[in-house]
Structure formats: structure tokens, C-alpha cells
């Protein structure tokens, strides 16, 4: 998907999501979440990884 069409759909221009990229910006909990739904993420398997790359366990 374009940085274009998921700035759209977020309502936010396309420089607010190149941001995310280039690791300027941090994303919204709210934010990933639709960011997961519309590109059809697997939510389990997307934590599951984020997890498992985690240095700590609590």
C-alpha cells in the first residue's frame, strides 16, 4: 500500500506517514490498529513477532 492511500485513509497527509518510515514519528495505538485492518494483518502473528523480538520478559 502507498503511503498516499494509508494517509488517506487516516486522514493525514502523505508526509505524516513517510514519518512512520523514517522513524520520525511514533505510531498511535489507534493508529496501528487500523493500520492492521486495512492491510489485512494477522493481529496475533503481528504481537506474537513484537513479542518475541522483546528483550525483556515480563
Known amino acids: 500500500m502507498s503511503q498516499a ?3 488517506k485513509i ?9 514519518k512512520y518510515e ?6 498511535d495505538p489507534v493508529e496501528l490498529c487500523v ?11 503481528f504481537f506474537l513477532k513484537l513479542y518475541e523480538g522483546s528483550p525483556i520478559r515480563l
Do not use: F, M, N, Q
Not at 487516516?10 to 513517510?18: D, E, Q
Not at 523514517?22 to 505510531?27: S, T, V, Y
Open 22 to 27: 523514517l522513524g520520525e514519528r511514533r505510531l
Open 10 to 18: 487516516l486522514g493525514k497527509p502523505a508526509s505524516y506517514v513517510a
Open 5 to 7: 492511500k494509508l494517509a
Open 35 to 45: 493500520i492492521l485492518k486495512v492491510t489485512s494483518a494477522d493481529y496475533e502473528l
